[in-house]
């Protein structure tokens, strides 16, 4: 059972130059449960105050049986003892890695981060080290946590990286479980807020960066952006990079100021102008772009690329030439963690990823994509990709945009439908407490319309049913947006929606 006393969490608050003042005065007394939910508290618990926290919460923990809490402030009004700390996100951290006996140490792991790519590179990771190591595999992503092998251990996520504690929690049901391994996504807001503070992995993939979580609640510029997705690879032990990517540089001397550049391997397309100031470790080119899928030859060209031995000819499963880049970073990955070369082959071209490039074949009418991209990045590379394989049909997507966040994916959306678009239905999109109609205007102001068919068609049912009913063979049409989430955001409410899947899926019955 995890446990933890009193002196573990003084000594280890010290080391790290975190504790104010204790009003503890047993340094054998010992917690059986951590919580910062006072909901979750339970008898004998030290309770984590943080975030917009309310002293009324503190009442609650205690009521439930909170024995200690630990906070930036003093509560004078507590009939309970405090730690109190400088830092409560990296206290809490550090208290819940110790907690649950640092996990990780038994945990082997990769963490995957990047503006775009993350969940789709940690499905190909996991698919492939599920070959590997008998679906021992630990998962967490945007999508679905898995701690287990059977169907309890499954869980859907909240969020991109977890809070610490339930990072910490998830990591140790996995250990008890007999996972060996773990793949992870790491948000930018999850270094933001030290919510893997003191957490290192095995390996660490920067993928790409681009302008996105730029804003009010996320960071306040591109370079803080930057910053906390770097600080992936200052704490892991390898670092994968892809040379394609824009600031490599700045990330290349992030990764080299802790990692001995034998320990950091780059990747990047096949190009006759390659010319980088970094040798590239393996080089890949597509054999064959389609709607369906995607054929690769991997060349591994340094001596410690070849090493991982996997040069060769790979099946993608997932259409899209952008996760080529995607599945070779997992291959490395997985080559990394003793994958052999044909479980990279079977993992890369047996995954699926809920709703992205999710594919509905029609008999007479056009093929269907139900994709997540909701920004300038992914948008723009979907539709590019479709509008290079459909020369003859129409492209057509549908989507909205997010109301009271990440402002500045209006405009981002709009030229994406500009470049590569022939027809337009503006929709909703988790509005939130704005008007969809607004932000449909504010897409729409973005784009060419004499060169794009634009309606605005509130209902999303509604807009998907008519881009998919009146499609003509030959035509591509993308569900943009929602990816696989069955809600809309509104008015600080989750309201039930079918989901873009399972319209699709109903309506391609009879076409
Ligand atoms: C801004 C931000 O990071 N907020 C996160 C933060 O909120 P918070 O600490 O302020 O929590 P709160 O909900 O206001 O409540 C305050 C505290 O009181 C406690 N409480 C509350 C009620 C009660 O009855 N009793 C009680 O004890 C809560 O448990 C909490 O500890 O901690 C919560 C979990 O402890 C997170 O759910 C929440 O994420 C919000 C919802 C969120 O959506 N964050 C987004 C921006 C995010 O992190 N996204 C990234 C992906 C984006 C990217 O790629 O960068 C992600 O990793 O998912
Ligand atoms: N390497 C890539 N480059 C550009 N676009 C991509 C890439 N990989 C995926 N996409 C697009 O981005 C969308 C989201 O992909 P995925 O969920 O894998 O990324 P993510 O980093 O987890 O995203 P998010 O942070 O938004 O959850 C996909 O549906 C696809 O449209």
Same mark, same amino acid.
């Given at each position: 059972?995890?446990?933890?006393?009193?002196?573990?969490?003084?000594?280890?608050?010290?080391?790290?130059?975190?504790?104010?003042?204790?009003?503890?005065?047993?340094?054998?007394?010992?917690?059986?449960?951590?919580?910062?939910?006072?909901?979750?508290?339970?008898?004998?618990?030290?309770?984590?105050?943080?975030?917009?926290?309310?002293?009324?919460?503190?009442?609650?923990?205690?009521?439930?049986?909170?024995?200690?809490?630990?906070?930036?402030?003093?509560?004078?009004?507590?009939?309970?003892?405090?730690?109190?700390?400088?830092?409560?996100?990296?206290?809490?951290?550090?208290?819940?890695?110790?907690?649950? $006996?640092?996990?990780?140490?038994?945990?082997?792991?990769?963490?995957?981060? $990047?503006?775009?790519?993350?969940?789709?590179?940690?499905?190909?990771?996991?698919?492939?080290?599920?070959?590997?190591?008998?679906?021992?595999?630990?998962?967490?992503?945007?999508?679905?946590?898995?701690?287990?092998?059977?169907?309890?251990?499954?869980?859907?996520?909240?969020?991109?990286?977890?809070?610490?504690?339930?990072?910490?929690?998830?990591?140790?049901?996995?250990? @008890?479980?007999?996972?060996?391994?773990?793949?992870?996504?790491?948000?930018?807001?999850?270094?933001?807020?030290?919510?893997?503070?003191?957490?290192?992995?095995?390996?660490?993939?920067?993928?790409?960066?681009?302008?996105?979580?730029?804003?009010?609640?996320?960071?306040? !510029?591109?370079?803080?952006?930057?910053?906390?997705?770097?600080?992936?690879?200052?704490?892991?032990?390898?670092?994968?990079?892809?040379?394609?990517?824009?600031?490599?540089?700045?990330?290349?001397?992030?990764?080299?100021?802790?990692?001995?550049?034998?320990?950091?391997?780059?990747?990047?397309?096949?190009?006759?102008?390659?010319?980088?100031?970094?040798?590239?470790?393996?080089?890949?080119?597509?054999?064959?772009?389609?709607?369906?899928?995607?054929?690769?030859?991997?060349?591994?060209?340094?001596?410690?690329?070849?090493?991982?031995?996997? /040069?060769?000819?790979?099946?993608? $499963?997932?259409? $899209?030439?952008?996760?080529?880049?995607?599945?070779?970073?997992?291959?490395? !990955?997985?080559?990394?963690?003793?994958?052999?070369?044909?479980?990279?082959?079977?993992?890369?071209?047996?995954?699926?990823?809920?709703?992205?490039?999710?594919?509905?074949?029609?008999?007479?009418?056009?093929?269907?994509?139900?994709?997540?991209?909701?920004?300038?990045?992914?948008?723009?590379?979907?539709?590019?990709?479709?509008?290079?394989?459909?020369?003859?049909?129409?492209?057509?997507?549908?989507?909205?945009?997010?109301?009271?966040?990440?402002?500045?994916?209006? @405009?981002?959306?709009?030229?994406?439908?500009?470049?590569?678009?022939?027809?337009?239905?503006?929709?909703?999109?988790?509005?939130?407490?704005?008007?969809?109609?607004?932000?449909?205007?504010?897409?729409?102001?973005?784009?060419?319309?004499?060169?794009?068919?634009?309606?605005?068609?509130?209902?999303?049912?509604?807009?998907?049913?008519?881009?998919?009913?009146?499609?003509?063979?030959?035509?591509?049409?993308?569900?943009?947006?929602?990816?696989? /989430?069955?809600?809309?955001?509104?008015?600080?409410?989750?309201?039930?929606?079918?989901?873009?899947?399972?319209?699709?899926?109903?309506?391609?019955?009879?076409?």
């Amino acid at each position: 059972m995890a446990q933890i006393t009193v002196n573990e969490i003084l000594t280890l608050l010290n080391e790290h130059h975190l504790l104010l003042d204790s009003q503890f005065s047993s340094l054998s007394y010992s917690f059986d449960q951590i919580a910062y939910n006072s909901k979750l508290v339970t008898e004998n618990c030290l309770f984590f105050c943080k975030g917009n926290f309310k002293a009324a919460y503190l009442d609650d923990a205690q009521r439930r049986g909170a024995k200690a809490y630990m906070s930036e402030t003093a509560y004078s009004n507590a009939e309970i003892p405090g730690i109190i700390v400088n830092n409560i996100q990296k206290a809490m951290s550090l208290v819940s890695a110790a907690f649950f $006996g640092f996990p990780q140490n038994q945990l082997p792991t990769i963490a995957y981060t $990047g503006t775009k790519g993350k969940t789709t590179s940690a499905y190909f990771t996991k698919a492939i080290l599920d070959r590997t190591y008998q679906r021992k595999v630990a998962l967490s992503s945007t999508i679905n946590t898995v701690v287990g092998l059977e169907q309890k251990d499954v869980v859907k996520s909240n969020l991109t990286t977890p809070e610490s504690l339930d990072l910490f929690t998830n990591m140790h049901r996995a250990v @008890e479980n007999g996972m060996n391994h773990l793949v992870m996504e790491v948000s930018s807001q999850a270094y933001k807020k030290n919510r893997v503070y003191g957490l290192h992995y095995d390996v660490g993939v920067f993928l790409n960066i681009s302008p996105d979580h730029i804003g009010r609640n996320e960071h306040p !510029t591109f370079a803080d952006y930057l910053h906390c997705k770097e600080q992936l690879l200052v704490n892991s032990d390898t670092c994968v990079l892809n040379a394609d990517g824009t600031h490599l540089t700045d990330i290349y001397y992030t990764a080299k100021a802790t990692t001995q550049p034998d320990n950091i391997y780059i990747y990047g397309r096949q190009r006759a102008d390659q010319e980088t100031d970094y040798p590239i470790d393996f080089d890949y080119r597509s054999v064959e772009d389609s709607l369906t899928e995607n054929q690769i030859v991997l060349t591994a060209i340094t001596e410690k690329a070849k090493r991982l031995g996997i /040069d060769g000819v790979y099946r993608i $499963g997932i259409p $899209g030439d952008y996760n080529e880049g995607n599945a070779v970073a997992s291959a490395i !990955t997985s080559a990394l963690m003793g994958a052999k070369p044909a479980d990279v082959a079977y993992g890369l071209a047996h995954t699926t990823v809920p709703g992205r490039m999710e594919i509905y074949q029609t008999q007479s009418h056009g093929t269907i994509y139900v994709d997540y991209a909701h920004n300038y990045g992914s948008l723009h590379s979907v539709l590019d990709f479709l509008k290079k394989q459909a020369p003859n049909g129409k492209v057509t997507v549908i989507t909205g945009s997010t109301g009271d966040k990440g402002i500045d994916r209006r @405009e981002g959306l709009g030229k994406a439908i500009s470049e590569s678009a022939d027809q337009a239905y503006l929709t909703t999109d988790d509005p939130a407490t704005e008007d969809p109609k607004a932000i449909a205007a504010e897409i729409a102001d973005h784009i060419d319309q004499t060169r794009v068919n634009l309606e605005y068609i509130a209902d999303r049912k509604a807009a998907i049913t008519k881009a998919v009913t009146e499609s003509k063979k030959g035509d591509l049409v993308v569900v943009a947006g929602k990816g696989h /989430d069955n809600y809309q955001k509104i008015n600080g409410q989750n309201v039930p929606y079918e989901g873009d899947a399972t319209i699709v899926q109903n309506l391609v019955k009879g076409l």
